[in-house]
Each structure stands twice: as C-alpha cells, then as structure tokens.
C-alpha cells in the first residue's frame, strides 16, 4: 500500500509544508537523507499546544500534538525530496518536550510521533529516537519533533 493510501486509511490528511519562523530551512536533503528541522505542533497555522507538559498542558494533548509534529515533519521532508512517494523509511526521530520540573513521562508523549510514523510507514516506521524534556521551545510550543528519513535517490 502506497504513503498516500495509508494516509487516506488512517484518515489523515498532509498538510501543507510549515514555513520556518527563523533563519533556516524546513527540511534538507544530503545525500539519501532528509534532514527535517524541528516541527512544531502547528495545524492550520495554530499550535495544538502551549505550555509546559506536565503544567498548562495534559500529557494526552501533549502526544496529539507530537502526531502533528510529526505529520508536518512529513510534509516538508516530502516537498524537500520531491514526493511523499520518495520516503522509503524513518531513520531518528528527536522529541523535545516544554516540561515542568515534575514532570517525567517524555517518552510517553513523544510516542505521539513514534505510533503515527509507525502507522504510517508500518515496519519502515521503526526508528532509533530521544526523548528530552527542556525548560522551553519557540513560541512556547509544548513540543517539537525532528525526523531524519532515508529517501530513494
């Protein structure tokens, strides 16, 4: 079953590539890797979530917004390599969580990224990964994701 399909089956739709919110780009190919730069929890130009995990934000809404972290990781390393189509597997993926001092289930909330890129690519969705808690993210975003992909040359 091709990426598109599975999208379709799980109900999801690829949202349009993030624009960066600083100096860099979104995504960077360098030889069969694409490189994606932090993704952010943005949906429809809105961030699911703000706030320390643990605080402001519920763990449950913190992993939600680790699944779109990860769709838009999705995005933009398709639009950077030439096609959805191109992904051929997730390689790492790193999660930062916006945690308050108390607060130690980062694992748990980054697996928001982990389940949807295992649904999405099944067996080439598994990834070595981090999970790190920090004191603060951009535009105090609750999470952010970075994902590097093998893509067909």
């Known amino acids: 079953m091709s990426l598109v399909s599975r999208l379709e089956s799980l109900g999801l739709v690829l949202p349009d590539p993030p624009t960066a919110v600083a100096a860099y780009v979104p995504a960077l190919l360098s030889g069969p890797w ?10 429809d130009g809105t961030l699911m979530a703000v ?6 934000v519920d763990p449950d809404a913190a992993y939600a917004a680790c699944r ?6 999705v995005s933009v390393a398709a639009w950077a390599s030439g096609g959805l ?12 969580v916006q945690s308050d001092d108390n607060f130690h289930g980062q694992p748990q909330v980054v697996n928001g990224a982990s389940d949807l890129l295992e649904s999405l690519f099944e067996s080439q969705g598994r990834h070595a990964r981090s999970a790190v ?16 992909f093998e893509v067909a040359r």
């Open 85 to 96: 189509e191109r992904l051929l597997r997730v390689v790492k993926v790193v999660g930062f």
């Open 68 to 73: 779109q972290c990860a769709l838009n990781a």
């Open 34 to 43: 694409c490189f994606t730069s932090g993704q952010l929890p943005l949906k």
């Open 51 to 56: 706030g320390r995990v643990g605080a402001e």
């Open 133 to 148: 808690g920090i004191n603060a993210l951009p535009l105090n975003a609750a999470v952010e994701v970075e994902v590097i």
